[in-house]
């Protein structure tokens, strides 16, 4: 369970990161005051996925199905008992 744990973690950097590079593309095609915003005050994504869920949308999905694999990585490599 390792090995498939390890590859979960690692298919998850690899979604998060497409997510988070998409997204800042996807403000920086709105305006460049987006990506710049996005970018130095992190609650400001917030708002540009409010406002432009159509451009944003797809890597905000991409992200939170890469912490959802993460998170499974992590709970398949850890031992736990309970």
């Known amino acids: ?3 498939l744990g390890l590859v979960l973690v690692i298919v998850a950097a690899i ?3 497409y ?12 305006h ?6 996005c970018f130095l ?9 409010i406002f432009h869920w159509d ?3 797809q890597p905000f999905l991409f ?7 993460f998170v499974a990585g992590l709970f398949s490599i850890a ?4």
């Open 15 to 17: 979604l998060v990161a």
């Open 32 to 37: 460049v005051a987006w990506a710049i915003a």
């Open 41 to 49: 005050i992190p609650p400001i994504k917030l708002f540009f996925l």
């Open 63 to 69: 992200q939170c199905a890469g912490y959802i694999i």
């Open 55 to 57: 451009k944003g949308g």
């Open 19 to 30: 997510g988070v590079i998409t997204f800042y593309v996807a403000a920086f095609k709105q």
């Open 79 to 82: 031992p736990f008992d309970i």
């Open 1 to 3: 369970m390792d090995i």
